[in-house]
């Protein structure tokens, strides 16, 4: 909705914001703050209005409230100096008639540690926008971070859409932005002379600066060598890490994260939203750089990232790999605040992001394909009754999430005066939610194919469930569906998380279910089940006895 100010014109509303509020920094968003149940879209559903006009609708029915759209270099600056805003435009018209914000996505110099998304004038010109060269000297398709004339190219185009948004979003639909995607080249360094010369000299003292003020907090890779050298304050990048891959990681990590804050700090000088970068991850403890895009933001290199893009406010990963809690945890920190601009579609990913780890959003890539993904889209409803609550409670210590991971079998959450135990039901199953502890006797859990057993943390007395209701929040506002005891909660020894029930004819029987690799490929038989589960709301009293 479209708010007025007394003059009859559109309101200003505050810049979103990244603010700390208790333990949890917040994405704030017209002065509040804003849970991103979002998605992100094709790379290029975005491009044309035509292809975008049915898709608004039906990322409005999945019960998202942020969608993650790219806007590419090449359309937006076809010919140098001539800027086409069009398609920011209809986006920004569209994504308020349906009661969504934006992520805006900018893919300039680099997606995917290539260069596709740059306009023609910028591919043909190889001597001004000068590539990466291979080990045999040859260009590949990649522009060099090394190159200063691609540098200045892509911060004024990324500067005149950041100041054209800021001229035309008063109402602030776009609350966040991605400049540059899944930065990195896929070989050890650049090799050109630029980048051959830069290696040979000493590394950068804001960065040894860094090292030195935040050896306790460091990422333990990066500790690790620095620390093998004899943690020297200053050298060359062979003097202070060896001569290894990672050194040449660590060099060409600089490089992109200086590069890309300039074009970050060009464009909040326009307009100061809040920015991150994302990484395309190492898929394996022994990968060496080169296998993923070397001189990406992964967990490896965070800490140079932190030193050379002080105009960057958060690094972020793209999760496709199966160990999500090992990943959240490693970008989690006091400096990075968790966001998953793009995962694989398991909707429990959100849950335990949200509530373990004060995540400000989570987003399923190709989320226009899932628009029949049943298990999802009552997922995000169920977050969307809860979001005021996951807000209010991120950062207390009071919230923590569920999560099944391959063999696990239980959970155990240590709060004030009792423990709770999570017991996973079914192993074929996804198994996910969160519990948080509303008052001193009062729980609120949420989820899906788990039973919660409670105990009290005085070892001498008996914790115990006195009722346990189901029901939802509409409008903010709890309603109670019925109170359980008796089979549904063995009498009240167990809260046990069924979710909540639909029938399987409601499913399109070829969508609506978790489809993931490895070991938490989950299948379930339409023909043999009668009942659908999604994830259900819980509210429990407990007392202690002796």
């Given at each position: 909705m479209v708010q007025c100010d007394n003059k009859g014109g559109v309101k200003e509303e505050t810049i979103p914001f990244l603010q700390k509020n208790g333990g949890a920094v917040q994405l704030m968003v017209n002065d509040e703050p804003f849970l991103m149940i979002a998605g992100e879209l094709h790379n290029s559903t975005s491009s044309t209005v035509e292809y975008m006009e049915p898709v608004w609708a039906r990322l409005k029915s999945m019960n998202l409230n942020t969608v993650l759209a790219a806007v590419t270099w090449e359309l937006l600056e076809p010919e140098e100096g001539i800027f086409d805003y069009h398609l920011v435009d209809v986006m920004l018209q569209k994504a308020r008639e349906n009661d969504l914000r934006l992520c805006l996505l900018w893919f300039g110099s680099w997606k995917n540690g290539e260069s596709s998304y740059v306009p023609g004038w910028v591919k043909k010109d190889t001597e001004r926008f000068f590539r990466v060269k291979n080990k045999d000297g040859k260009n590949i398709e990649t522009i060099s971070p090394f190159c200063r004339e691609a540098r200045k190219?892509?911060?004024k185009a990324f500067g005149a859409l950041m100041k054209y948004l800021?001229?035309?979003?008063?109402?602030?639909?776009?609350?966040?932005?991605q400049p540059e995607n899944e930065v990195g080249v896929f070989q050890e360094i650049d090799y050109c002379p630029q980048a051959l010369v830069g290696f040979e000299k000493e590394v950068p003292e804001k960065l040894m600066t860094y090292l030195e003020d935040n050896k306790d907090m460091l990422n333990?890779?990066?500790k690790e060598i620095w620390e093998s050298k004899g943690s020297v304050k200053a050298g060359t990048w062979k003097e202070v890490f060896g001569d290894t891959p990672f050194t040449k990681e660590f060099f060409m990590a600089w490089q992109y994260a200086d590069y890309i804050d300039e074009v970050a700090r060009v464009g909040k000088e326009q307009y100061p939203l809040p920015m991150f970068v994302n990484a395309w991850l190492v898929q394996y403890p022994e990968q060496l750089p080169g296998g993923y895009p070397t001189g990406g933001p992964v967990s490896r290199v965070i800490d140079i990232y932190k030193a050379a893009a002080g105009h960057l406010?958060?690094?972020?990963?793209?999760?496709?790999l199966p160990d999500f809690k090992r990943i959240v945890a490693e970008y989690h920190r006091p400096d990075n605040p968790l966001l998953i601009p793009e995962s694989t579609m398991e909707?429990?990913?959100?849950?335990?992001?949200f509530a373990e780890h004060d995540a400000i959003g989570f987003a399923p890539f190709a989320i226009e394909d899932e628009g029949e993904h049943f298990l999802l889209i009552k997922s995000y409803e169920v977050l969307q009754e809860l979001q005021s609550l996951i807000i209010r409670y991120q950062g207390t210590g009071k919230m923590r999430g569920i999560l099944k991971y391959g063999d696990e079998m239980e959970q155990v959450f240590p709060f004030k005066d009792y423990t709770l135990k999570v017991v996973y039901e079914k192993n074929n199953e996804p198994a996910y939610g969160l519990i948080i502890q509303t008052d001193i006797d009062e729980f609120l859990v949420a989820?899906?194919?788990?039973?919660?057993?409670?105990?009290?943390?005085?070892?001498?007395?008996i914790g115990y469930f006195e009722q346990i209701w189901e029901g939802g929040y509409e409008a903010g506002e709890w309603s109670s569906a019925?109170?359980?005891?008796?089979?549904?909660?063995?009498h009240n020894y167990a809260l046990i998380a069924v979710?909540?029930?639909?029938?399987s004819s409601e499913v399109n029987a070829s969508k609506g279910f978790l489809e993931a690799e490895g070991e938490q490929n989950f299948t379930y038989s339409y023909a043999s089940r009668k009942k659908i589960a999604t994830p259900g709301i819980y509210k429990a009293k407990v007392y202690i006895r002796n």
């Open positions: 190219a892509d911060a800021s001229e035309v979003d008063k109402e602030r639909t776009v609350i966040l932005i333990q890779h990066v406010d958060i690094l972020t990963p793209d999760i496709y909707p429990g990913r959100a849950f335990y992001a989820g899906m194919n788990f039973k919660v057993f409670i105990s009290a943390n005085d070892p001498n007395k019925r109170l359980l005891n008796g089979d549904e909660t063995w979710g909540r029930l639909y029938d």
